[in-house]
């Protein structure tokens, strides 16, 4: 017994829905997870793209203070779903979109660093050191392992978390304060 679901955007693939004991059960499940990568990576560029757009990365507690969760959870099944909301609605809260980008990658099946790094990215952070570089030249090859998809989309989101704590003196998120929230 088999459902197809046909995806009416390019994020989602077409997908066979199958019952767990079916044969098809292995491709249905890296089906899903594409599609959940997928789904990802367009939140978190829809969101970033908006956060610019609008020259908000100043605004006090960005990523800190969250949105309304009614309507974050709305913009999630959008998503889920397939539809591309508006984010760029007059008066949108940009807490909105840093609150739907941190629900996003906390609800990952597989985190975006995965399981498999976990141990060692812990030994990196319960380094007794001050200094950057003893922090950045073991991550290399850890970020090296990761797939592609979430080495790209990693880059992507430090690159905003960057351009975030470049406003730290006005919006108090210091890269340490973002880590944190993050």
């Keep these: 017994y088999y459902l197809e679901l046909q995806g009416e955007c390019v994020d989602c693939p077409n997908m066979i829905l199958a019952l767990p004991n079916s044969e098809k059960r292995d491709e249905w499940l890296d089906e899903i997870a594409k599609c959940n990568m ?11 793209q908006e956060l610019y757009r609008t020259k908000c990365l100043n605004l006090t507690g960005l990523f800190r203070i969250s949105g309304s969760s009614d309507v974050i959870a709305q913009l999630k099944r959008d998503y889920r779903f397939c539809l591309s909301p508006d984010l760029g609605q007059e008066n949108f809260d940009p807490h909105l979109l840093t609150g739907l980008i941190k629900a996003t990658l906390r609800e990952m099946e597989e985190p975006l660093l995965s399981f498999d790094l976990y141990a060692d990215l812990v030994k990196i952070g319960a380094t007794d050191s001050s200094s950057a570089e003893d922090f950045v030249e073991p991550l290399a090859p850890l970020v090296a392992r990761l797939p592609t998809t979430n080495s790209q989309l990693l880059k992507y989101l430090c690159t905003l978390l960057s351009d975030v704590a470049d406003y730290s003196e006005e919006n108090k998120m210091t890269a340490g304060n973002l880590a944190i929230v993050i």
């Design 38 to 48: 997928s789904r990802v990576k367009t939140i978190v560029y829809h969101c970033s």
